[in-house]
Structure formats: C-alpha cells, structure tokens
C-alpha cells in the first residue's frame, strides 16, 4: 500500500516562496507517475503539476507555469514542488497523489488512486 505526506505548507507573503514536499512509502513508488492538484475553499480541485516516474517528463497547468516547479528525488522516494512568486490566488490545500502509470510521461488524467492528507498553503497580500 502507497502512502503519501506532504509537508512544507504554511503561509508566505505576496511573492514569496514555498517548497512542498511528498513523502512516499510503499513498494515500487519510483516507477510511478505522481502530481500536485490543489483545492481552494468553495472552488473546484485543479490539477498543478505531474511529473513521471523517472522525473524526465513534467507538465504544468498554464496558471503555474514559470513559477513552480516539480521534481522528485526516487532514492529519497520524495516528490517536491517549488512554488516561487505566489499570489493570493494560490492559497489552497495542496495533495499529492500517486497513479499506477509506468513510463517516462504523465498527464492530469491519468488516474491517481493514492492520495496524501494535503498541506495548506495561504499567501496574504
């Protein structure tokens, strides 16, 4: 059984930095692709970032490209993703999850049946 924690959330100011990590326990995590979505009070889950199990393919949402990146560490069995210049729009819980996708490639809709219990993420203005 996958089990992921995220960690590294709090509260930054406009502009500031954040690094969020997901920690992953379980057998065979480094082959799976793993992404961040994130859910703000009252709105819809979104999808943030993904990136595949040998960390060679990334994608990102439109409304974090240039400002966040996703990598992972498989000997650490940790996903991170930096987060620089945040805006008050960003403030969310933040998850990570885990699919069952093997290969060098990742999208939104592959399905994650792994989830961790999320970070909260608030950037004042």
């Known amino acids: 059984q996958l089990k992921l924690v995220e960690s590294g959330g709090g509260q930054v100011q406009f502009g500031g930095s954040l690094r969020l990590s997901c920690a992953a326990s379980?057998?065979?995590?480094?082959?799976?692709?793993i992404a961040w979505f994130r859910q703000a009070p009252g709105k819809e889950r979104e999808a943030i970032s993904c990136?595949?199990?040998?960390?060679?393919?990334?994608k990102y949402s439109d409304f974090v490209k240039g400002r966040f990146t996703i990598s992972r560490d498989n000997v650490k069995n940790t996903v991170f993703l930096l987060m620089s210049s945040l805006k008050p729009e960003d403030t969310a819980i933040y998850y990570c999850?885990?699919?069952?996708?093997?290969?060098?490639?990742?999208?939104?809709?592959?399905?994650?049946?792994?989830w961790g219990q999320g970070a909260q993420v608030t950037v004042s203005s």
């Open positions: 999850a885990s699919s069952t996708h093997l290969g060098d490639y990742c999208d939104f809709d592959l399905d994650f049946g792994s």
């Open positions: 379980g057998v065979t995590y480094y082959q799976y692709a």
């Open positions: 990136i595949s199990g040998p960390g060679h393919f990334t």
